[in-house]
């Protein structure tokens, strides 16, 4: 990122334009580049305010016609530049970024520009990544399924079976038989991802099931009754069924989440804590396939907190703990626990540094959990338009803005942040992590070396340590 000030009295216009050597040949809207240039894309950071109306410098817009730039008087332009490293060769790449002028008054710009691509290993290191988001209830919105497959995100966040986008529930007839559901809406949202590039054999899935109150078989009488249990019973058959024949996905490869941020006492179904373990043991009775998913609370007193966890462990194959409230005893104890994977999650929004947002994955790597890391949440707005910090929808007195990304859904438009651009660093830094862990399989002193880097970056939790801990660990990856 840096900045370009218009220092004079007149409105700039003009172009940002990467180039292999130079315009000078074939002028400046003809030269054909081949080389590195054609990886660079030019951005503009846009400024809006906070609630509190300070300047937040937080959406992050490719520029019109990818060159097009407009600086006021007397302002600045915030300019990121991103380089997509994919078919570049390991080594060092020389380039020339200009900024031309497009009226009079102002000079034309030639800035030289060197990047080094490094071989780390990584191409075959490709963990899941989820998110929680509705971009992927409207897969007809292609914009919003071709970002989330090039975000490397696999594990589709399907939301609930009954929502208006996923109705699959199966029910009753006026006989008392269950008819099974229309596995179409699911087709869909798989079919839209497929089509945007994501492999199939990544493909994961991810129910959230709503137990809490608000979501089940639509007919089936009240929760956890022996005709809601059954009609829950025949849809995750016919669905796991329907999905393995179709598209070859494997129970292992479907989460099931029933309840969310569940709290309070497990033995007491009027706590959603309860709720969480009593759906957790009826789906764990259907059979071992079925992988479950919970995020409790922490505001559990310790002693109880410990027995919550337990209890949970029981039914539920991966706990997901709010990342800001775990201690190191309490990742002691969960390591404990017979689970195969633990997530974290957080909840911040546009008005959080963007560190939190990639010292999550050092954090997970420090504390031996497995490589997904969320947040609350990819899209949500307030008032649908992340841009107006005082907006809100149907009157609401909230204002809160999580998503990481700017979306209209009626324009089908995408605008990432600098809280999203900083996620992404930290799943790749995860990856290099993930790289050279399996590089110091039997080597002690560079296992050591890893973990000590790892380690550093994640106690400190700023971008300045995770900067400095990415560099230590390429130089590690330099060495073959």
């Not at 520009?113 to 919105?141: F, I, K």
């Not at 490869?253 to 179904?269: F, M, N, T």
């Not at 540094?353 to 050092?362: F, P, Q």
């Not at 107006?388 to 929808?393: E, F, L, P, V």
Request: aromatic content about 10%.
């Amino acid at each position: 990122a840096f900045a370009i000030a218009n220092l004079s009295d007149n409105p700039f216009l003009g172009q940002v334009k990467v180039f292999d050597k130079g315009p000078e040949k074939y002028g400046f809207s003809k030269e054909f580049t081949t080389g590195v240039a054609r990886h660079f894309t030019v951005h503009e950071g846009i400024e809006i305010k906070s609630g509190a109306g300070a300047p937040l410098w937080d959406p992050v817009a490719p520029l019109a016609m990818g060159t097009l730039l407009r600086i006021a008087p007397k302002a600045s332009a915030m300019v990121w530049l991103e380089l997509d490293t994919h078919g570049l060769a390991a080594g060092r790449h020389s380039a020339v970024l200009y900024v031309k002028k497009g009226n009079p008054g102002f000079e034309t710009q030639k800035i030289p520009v060197e990047v080094e691509v490094v071989d780390a290993g990584l191409d075959s290191v490709r963990p899941d990544r989820t998110a929680y988001t509705y971009m992927t209830y409207a897969p007809q919105n292609r914009n919003f399924t071709e970002f989330l497959v090039k975000e490397n995100f696999n594990m589709i966040c399907l939301g609930a079976p009954g929502q208006g986008h996923l109705k699959i529930y199966n029910s009753y007839d006026k006989d008392g038989n269950l008819v099974p559901g229309d596995m179409a809406p699911l087709d869909r949202i798989i079919d839209a991802h497929l089509a945007a590039g994501l492999e199939k054999e990544r493909v994961k899935l991810r129910f959230f099931f709503a137990f809490e109150g608000w979501r089940g078989p639509g007919n089936a009488g009240p929760r956890f009754g022996e005709k809601w249990n059954a009609a829950l019973k025949a849809l995750l058959e016919q669905m796991y069924a329907h999905v393995e024949e179709k598209y070859g996905i494997t129970a292992d490869r479907i989460i099931l989440y029933p309840v969310d941020e569940p709290s309070g006492d497990a033995d007491d179904e009027k706590t959603k804590l309860g709720v969480a373990y009593r759906a957790g043991k009826i789906i764990r009775g259907f059979g071992p396939q079925y992988r479950l998913m919970t995020n409790p609370l922490p505001g559990i007193p310790e002693d109880k907190w410990r027995v919550a966890m337990t209890r949970l462990s029981e039914c539920y194959d991966i706990i997901e703990f709010y990342r800001p409230g775990l201690t190191p005893a309490r990742v002691q104890f969960a390591k404990s626990l017979p689970i195969r994977d633990f997530w974290t999650y957080s909840i911040d929004g546009k008005e959080s540094g963007c560190g939190v947002y990639r010292s999550d994955y050092w954090e997970n790597m420090r504390d031996g959990f497995c490589g997904i890391t969320t947040y609350w949440q990819l899209d949500e707005m307030a008032g649908g338009d992340g841009f107006d910090s005082r907006d809100s929808t149907n009157g609401s007195t909230s204002y809160a803005d999580y998503g990481t990304v700017y979306t209209d859904r009626n324009m089908d438009g995408v605008v990432i942040s600098r809280r999203q651009v900083a996620s992404d660093m930290g799943y790749e830094d995860m990856r290099l992590i993930m790289a050279l862990r399996t590089k110091a399989k039997g080597d002690a002193a560079l296992s050591a070396k890893v973990e000590a880097i790892v380690k550093k970056a994640a106690d400190a939790r700023t971008m300045a340590a995770m900067d400095e801990g990415r560099a230590a660990l390429l130089d590690l990856a330099r060495e073959k």
